[in-house]
């Protein structure tokens, strides 16, 4: 049975969702908002979680059998279907079959917006080679993050945007004291980012390096040493990456991040 509970009525810790919550890490950031929708199964085998207007994030535990996904599937569906949610993530084999429900009943029509895989970190695997030196953003990073952020865009979701628009995103950024930068030759030629830390995990994100700069690995450089820092304080650093990046998933890997599970977004068309 399904119930719409209150944020910090989610109970994660008691649940078998901690054996796939690198997979699912976005959940702790999303239930932090008090206002965030929240469901979850009595028998805590399912959680669903969004914040107003944004995608929703679905856990249903892999072990469960099928009859137990399609009714959950069944009654996720009777509970969400005068909401509004623009797109879902989770395993790809389950949120599928909620989005079949959404096109048959609502003649929804949907498509795979993008699939992640989620790392973890236990240990950083030292570089070949350590390059410059990572150093946290101030004031006088903002124009170089601005850019950088149009390029992560770009690259990530197909998006141009403008340098300028991004310009009070990098001043967030900067005063966040979150976004690390790699400095080599009193040049700025990575940019990473910690984005959350739950209670026991450190997300990355926002990698990205300037095409010029590529191939010289810069992004391992950066990557790695924030990923001790994390690992220093006590946290297990994870992160997503675009499975269709062969080449980021490489740099991810020869750290040390290790694969956990594959996430899968669809979008609802309108």
Known sequence: MLQVIHADELDIDNSEFLNYEVDFNLIHRIVEDENAFVIQSTDKNLIAAQNEGRQMWIWINPNM?????????????????????????????????????????????????MEMIAYYCPKVIPTYKNHGKMIISNINHVDIIAKFTKGFIKDSFGIDVSVKCQLEGAKRSVSSGNTYLLELNNKIVSMANIAHKSKRHGRINNVYTPDEERNKGYASTLVANLSQKLLNEKFTPMLYADDS??????????????????????????
């Not at 509004?84 to 498509?111: C, E, R, T, W």
């Not at 080449?247 to 068309?269: A, D, L, P, R």
């Open 65 to 113: 059998n099928d009859n137990y996904v399609n009714k959950s599937v069944c009654e996720l569906y009777e509970i969400l279907k005068d909401r509004q949610v623009p797109s879902i993530s989770g395993y790809k084999k389950y949120i599928q079959k909620l989005a079949d429900k959404f096109l048959i009943n609502k003649s929804n029509d949907y498509q795979i917006d």
């Open 245 to 270: 990046n062969i080449i980021s998933n490489k740099v991810y890997t020869n750290i040390g991040y290790i694969e956990t599970g594959k996430i899968c977004n669809i979008k609802f068309m309108i």
